[in-house]
C-alpha cells in the first residue's frame, strides 16, 4: 500500500472518529438544538447541568457504582483465574468457558434476567420466601445494583489474569512450596504480586465499565429514583419539554473527561505490562498446585457465582418465555404455553428487528472487518507518526459509551446535509456499530496480521511484486482464517449490543437491542422476555459456530 493511500485511509477514520466528538462539543456551547433556528452561542448548558443536584446526585452514584463493582470484580476475578489456571481443581475444562459468559451476554438481558429470577416476584425469590417465609434481599437497592454488576464483570477480569498466569512458569512457585508454604500462601505472595499488573489493568477497566453501566441501573436503579449518569443523560432528552441536546452534550463531555484518561492509562498499562514480569517459563513446565481438599469448597464458589450470573437469571428468562403468567400460588404445570413466541411474531416491528439484527451481525460484521483490514494494512510495518496518531484516535470511541457514541452519531447524520437521507436507515447503525467497536476490531485483525512473518512479505516484493498484489496475494490469504474469527466475534458483539442504538432507534431500523430497551419501557414484559431469549439463542448460535471454526482451524 503506497503512502499516501494509506494517509487517505488514516485521514478518513480520524474524521470518522473526530466528527460526532466535535459536534458534541459544538452542541454544548448552543442554547438549543443545533438544528433549531436563532441559536446562539451559550454557556446556559453548562449552567442547567452544574446547578442540577441530580446530576451530582447521578455522578456520585457512578463513582460509587464504579468503585464498588471494582473492589468486587477483582479479587473474585483473579481468584476464579488463580484457581482455573493454577490449581488441580476438577472439571476445569468445561468450567472455563462458562467463565465467559456474562460478556457474551447483553447487560440488559441480563438485568430482566435478574428481575424474573430475583424480582419480588421472581422464581428464585419465592422458591426462598417459600423456605423460609421472607425474600432476604431487596433487587431494587443500591447495594443489589453493586453486588449485581460487580458480579457481572468478573469475567473481564479473569481473563486478564488467567492469560498473564499462563505466561508465567512454575519455577517460583515450586520453590515456594519447597520452602514449606502451603497453596494459597503460595497464590497470595508468589502468583499473585507476578501478575499485579494484570490486575491493575483489569481494575481500571472496571473502573470505567462502571461509568458507561446503563442496561442494569435503567432496569433495576432508575424505577426507585436511583440515576448514573447514562440514565441522567437519556432522562434529559425531553427534559425542557423539546430536544435538550445542549444539556445531554453537556452531560457526554463530563462523562468523556472521565473516561478518556482511564482509556489512555489502559493503554499505558498494557504497553508496561512485560516490563514487571521477571520469571517467564514455558507453558509446559507449568504444574498445577495441589490444593487437597479446598478443591470442592473452591468448587462451590465457582457454581454459586455461575448460578447467581448466569444460570438463575439465563434460566428464570427461559422458564418466564414459556409460561402465560407467574406470581405466588401459580403452578407452573398450568401455564405453560407458547403462545409468548406466536403473540411475537404477530409484531412487524419486533420482526424487522430481528431481521436487522441479523443482518447488522452477519453483512456488517463482515463490513466491519473490511473496514478494519484495510486500518490496519494502512499502519502496518509502518512506524509513523500517522500510524501513532491511529493508534490513539481509535480508542476515542472507546471513552463514550454505547448510548452516547450513538446519540453523537444521530446528531452527525443529522446535521450534515449529504448524510441525512441515511439517517433512518441501517446504514446510520451499521456505521455507530462499527466506530463504537472499532478499537476490539483492529485489535482482532491486528493480532492475524502480527503472525505473519515480515520476511515473507519481503519476499514477495524481492521477486518485483507490488505491495498491493503483495497484500492480496500473499498476506489476505494467510491471514483468511483470522479475519473469518474476527467477524464471528463481531457478529456476537453486534448481536448483543443494545446501548447503541437506542437514539438511532426509527420505524425500519429496529434492531433487538434497542427494542428491548423501548419495550420495556411500555411494560411489555412477555415481549420483552421472549425476544431477550430469541437474543440470547442467537449469541448462543454464534459461539457454537464460532467454537466448531475453532476446532476445524486447530484440528
Request: glycine share 8%.
Amino acid at each position: 500500500m503506497n503512502r499516501n493511500l494509506r494517509i487517505a485511509l488514516i485521514v478518513a477514520a480520524a474524521i470518522a472518529i473526530l466528527a460526532p466528538i466535535g459536534l458534541v462539543i459544538w452542541q454544548s456551547f448552543l442554547d438549543g438544538p443545533f438544528f433549531a433556528r436563532n441559536i446562539h452561542l451559550s454557556l446556559n448548558a453548562f449552567r442547567f447541568v452544574f446547578n442540577d443536584p441530580a446530576f451530582y446526585k447521578a455522578l456520585g452514584n457512578s463513582a460509587l457504582i464504579s468503585t464498588g463493582m471494582t473492589l468486587i470484580a477483582v479479587p473474585i476475578g483473579a481468584l476464579l483465574a488463580l484457581l482455573l489456571v493454577r490449581t488441580d481443581l476438577p472439571g476445569v475444562r468445561w468450567l472455563e468457558p462458562l467463565m465467559l459468559a456474562p460478556m457474551f451476554i447483553s447487560s440488559i438481558v441480563l438485568a430482566f434476567g435478574f428481575v424474573v429470577a430475583f424480582g419480588p416476584v421472581g422464581f428464585v425469590s419465592l422458591w426462598v420466601k417459600d423456605l423460609i417465609g421472607f425474600i432476604p434481599w431487596n433487587l431494587y437497592s443500591k447495594t443489589s445494583l453493586i453486588l449485581l454488576a460487580g458480579l457481572t464483570h468478573v469475567p473481564h477480569v479473569y481473563i486478564y489474569a488467567s492469560t498473564a498466569l499462563r505466561s508465567l512458569g512454575s519455577d517460583v512457585e515450586d520453590a515456594a512450596r519447597a520452602t514449606g508454604a502451603g497453596p494459597f500462601r503460595t497464590a497470595l505472595t508468589v502468583s499473585l504480586p507476578m501478575i499485579m499488573p494484570s490486575l491493575l489493568y483489569a481494575a481500571v477497566l472496571v473502573f470505567f465499565l462502571g461509568f458507561e453501566l446503563f442496561g442494569l441501573p435503567l432496569i433495576l436503579a432508575d424505577p426507585q429514583g436511583v440515576q448514573v449518569l447514562a440514565t441522567y443523560l437519556y432522562g434529559l432528552t425531553n427534559v425542557l419539554g423539546v430536544p435538550s441536546y445542549q444539556l445531554m452534550a453537556v452531560v457526554v463531555i463530563v462523562i468523556i473527561a472521565i473516561a478518556l484518561p482511564l482509556v489512555f492509562l489502559q493503554r499505558r498499562l498494557l504497553q508496561n505490562a512485560n516490563r514487571y514480569i521477571s520469571v517467564k517459563g514455558k507453558a509446559s513446565q507449568s504444574r498445577p498446585l495441589r490444593i487437597g481438599a479446598w478443591k470442592w469448597p473452591a468448587f462451590v464458589f465457582i457454581a454459586l457465582w455461575l448460578l447467581i450470573t448466569v444460570v438463575a437469571p439465563v434460566g428464570a428468562l427461559l422458564m418466564r418465555a414459556f409460561v402465560s403468567s407467574w406470581g405466588e400460588g401459580v403452578d407452573i404445570g398450568q401455564v405453560l404455553t407458547l403462545n409468548n413466541f406466536r403473540e411475537l411474531s404477530e409484531y412487524p416491528n419486533v420482526i424487522r428487528g430481528i431481521i436487522n439484527t441479523l443482518l447488522l451481525a452477519v453483512v456488517g460484521g463482515a463490513a466491519a472487518v473490511g473496514v478494519y483490514t484495510l486500518l490496519n494494512f494502512a499502519t502496518h510495518r509502518w512506524p509513523t507518526k500517522w500510524s501513532a496518531a491511529l493508534d490513539y484516535l481509535v480508542l476515542l470511541p472507546r471513552a463514550m459509551p454505547g448510548i452516547i457514541a450513538g446519540l453523537a452519531i444521530f446528531w452527525v447524520f443529522l446535521f450534515f446535509p449529504p448524510l441525512q437521507p441515511f439517517r433512518q436507515t441501517l446504514l446510520a447503525m451499521w456505521f455507530a456499530y462499527m466506530l463504537v467497536w472499532m478499537a476490539y476490531g483492529m485489535r482482532l485483525v491486528s493480532a492475524s496480521l502480527l503472525q505473519i512473518a515480515p520476511e515473507l512479505e519481503e519476499a514477495g516484493r524481492v521477486v518485483g511484486a507490488s505491495a498491493g498484489r503483495v497484500s492480496r496475494e500473499l498476506t489476505l490469504p494467510l491471514i483468511r482464517a483470522g479475519l473469518i474469527g474476527s467477524w464471528l466475534l463481531l457478529f456476537v458483539t453486534f448481536v448483543r449490543e443494545y446501548s447503541t442504538g437506542v437514539y438511532l432507534l426509527s420505524p425500519g431500523t429496529e434492531v433487538i437491542g434497542s427494542l428491548l430497551v423501548s419495550l420495556w419501557a411500555t411494560g411489555g414484559v412477555d415481549l420483552v422476555v421472549t425476544l431477550s431469549v430469541l437474543n440470547i439463542a442467537m449469541v448462543c448460535s454464534g459461539l457454537l459456530l464460532l467454537a466448531a471454526f475453532g476446532k476445524k482451524k486447530n484440528g
